[in-house]
């Protein structure tokens, strides 16, 4: 058991550990309404679309997470001006902004020189660099994320489900749909310290689709997804020790063989009960 | 919020005045001006691109007016609390979605609820009532993807009567669904029509819309007959609002437009 608490002596092993922690349940847990909304796209986009912020805050001498923040909050606002309006497609509203934003945030990046190692830390993560100010900004901020998610639980069921009962129910519609890109937004910058901006997307979509194939309920899709996305951190932080690799890709790696293990054996909707001829006589033992 | 008393207290009147709605140069709609009292039992028939859907929407407050009036109680729909309950057409629902029949059924009553409140014990009363008229109280446990097109249908109707709306709009409840589901809808609108619902059907078979209703509307953008069913199903005002979809064999009128795609016009 000694390989277990090994790493943990470390301080800076023990915040990483707390930060991908939260970051992965956090993640898996929006990423349920990313997966079932369709928005992969979308969560993609916004993780690239902070760069300018970053950019921005280094040059002012800022708070790079708040910068990130900022600008996470308005693309996301800006993706659902443009695209409710009616003129243009909700992907292609994504397409453009997205790259706008990844445009401004390279050619302020290309103009400091000095940026290189700090590029890399948002691009890729840097899990061991998380310091104790870091990790109350990430609590803080994921409790804040998954309050508003557990109090919202029906009107955010209503309009993902159905938005047209939602629009007759007069639930305000457009209001919960932008508070839901603004939910997006944070946790993407919260996940920025631990996968980084490239590997966002993953988190948000993987652990939820895997869960997604265990159950056919919001709730426990959502718990289910957030053990998965729990453990691909606690799995993927031991893995990135010991064999000396990335930490958000050990993450993103472990999160994937969850999600493949469910994609084939998950029970009755898993790919080998359709290869196997045995699966009739399993539908027939159910009531 | 309205007291949730089972049935209206106030009867449904409403009325389009004027009212056109889609895009300039491509009316969903075009200037139609109509009055269904309250209580009524209508049916709403047309081609395929006649503008039914379109008025429903319109009439919950989903799209808005480009010139004239949608009003409820002569008040602008979509301003009415539980007044107006719609059941859209199949296709537009994503049925993967992972939640179960009385979920859906429950969604229903959250106008009542608000925000952050969970459903009463009274709620899960009345969804699972509602779910017992249309059959469907042994399923409510099931995910709503594992039911037949016909079963998905009957949970949104009952959804529909866990709202305990004044104005019931459906939209298609017919097309594509099995006999039981068919039966279990018309006696549905007997039973609201009796209870002093307004309730109104698009529909395209036209027996039906003669046969079980009071009133029918006949639409191709613009209003082309309303009335009861005799005075709307005339030669004339059918083949003015089918066109090209229409059949006549004898005495008996074919609308080939079930399907959705134009096909088949060799007798023509």
């Not at chain 2, 027996?207 to 009133?215: G, I, L, P, R, W």
Request: charged fraction near 10%; glycine fraction near 8%; proline fraction near 5%.
């Amino acid at each position: 058991m000694q390989w277990l608490t090994d790493p943990l002596q470390f301080a800076f092993m023990q915040r990483g550990l707390l930060a991908a922690l939260m970051v992965g349940t956090l993640c898996s847990i929006v990423g349920c309404y990313v997966v079932l909304r369709s928005m992969a796209f979308l969560g993609d986009a916004l993780a690239h679309a902070i760069l300018p912020g970053v950019a921005i805050a280094y040059l002012l001498n800022g708070n790079l997470l708040a910068g990130a923040l900022i600008a996470a909050v308005a693309v996301s606002l800006l993706i659902g001006f443009f695209s409710q309006q009616g003129t243009i497609k909700e992907d292609t509203a994504i397409g453009i902004l997205f790259a706008a934003a990844l445009a401004l945030g390279v050619a302020l990046i290309s103009s400091i020189r000095t940026f290189a190692v700090d590029l890399s830390h948002i691009l890729f993560g840097n899990l061991l660099g998380v310091s104790p100010s870091d990790l109350i900004f990430t609590a803080v901020l994921s409790a804040a994320v998954l309050l508003t998610i557990l109090l919202l639980y029906r009107p955010f069921l209503v309009i993902s489900f159905d938005p047209v009962l939602a629009a007759t129910l007069h639930l305000p519609v457009t209001l919960l749909r932008n508070l839901m890109l603004v939910l997006l937004g944070v946790t993407i910058v919260i996940s920025m310290q631990t996968v980084g901006v490239g590997l966002v997307a993953a988190m948000l979509v993987t652990p939820a689709a895997a869960a997604y194939l265990f159950t056919r309920r919001l709730s426990t899709m959502m718990i289910l997804s957030a053990c998965f996305g729990a453990l691909s951190s606690l799995g993927g932080l031991y893995i990135s020790y010991y064999a000396n690799i990335a930490s958000g890709s050990a993450i993103v790696l472990v999160a994937t063989v969850i999600f493949l293990v469910g994609f084939f054996f998950a029970p009755r909707r898993g790919l080998i009960w359709r290869w196997l001829p045995s699966t009739s006589v399993v539908r027939q033992s159910k009531p | 919020m309205t007291k949730n008393t089972s049935l209206p207290a106030t009867p449904a009147h409403l009325a389009l005045v004027n009212a056109s709605a889609g895009y300039p140069g491509h009316p969903a709609i075009h200037d139609i001006s109509i009055e269904i009292p309250c209580g009524a039992l209508v049916a709403v028939v047309g081609p395929n691109g006649a503008g039914k859907s379109t008025l429903f929407k319109l009439l919950v407050g989903l799209l808005p007016l480009r010139s004239g009036q949608a009003l409820i109680h002569g008040l602008p729909a979509g301003s009415h609390q539980d007044c107006v309950a719609y059941v859209p057409q199949r296709e537009e629902v994503d049925w993967r979605f992972p939640v179960n029949v009385l979920d859906v059924v429950l969604m229903g009553r959250y106008g009542r609820l608000g925000w952050l409140k969970a459903p009463t014990p009274e709620d899960r009363q009345v969804a699972l009532e509602a779910l017992r008229q249309m059959d469907m109280a042994q399923l409510a446990g099931r995910p709503i993807g594992d039911l037949s097109g016909g079963q998905q249908q009957r949970v949104f109707l009952a959804r529909a009567l866990a709202q305990q709306p004044h104005i019931l709009l459906l939209d298609e409840p017919f097309t594509g669904v099995d006999i039981t589901t068919q039966e279990v809808t018309l006696r549905l609108l007997a039973d609201l029509h009796q209870k002093g619902v307004t309730v109104m059907v698009s529909t395209h078979d036209l027996k039906m819309a003669s046969q079980y209703f009071e009133t029918v509307i006949m639409l191709n953008k613009r209003l082309i007959a309303y009335g009861p069913p005799e005075k709307v199903f005339t030669p004339d005002l059918v083949s003015q609002a089918f066109q090209g979809h229409l059949l006549m064999l004898d005495n008996s009128v074919v609308v080939d437009d079930c399907c959705g795609h134009d096909h088949i016009h060799e007798e023509e």
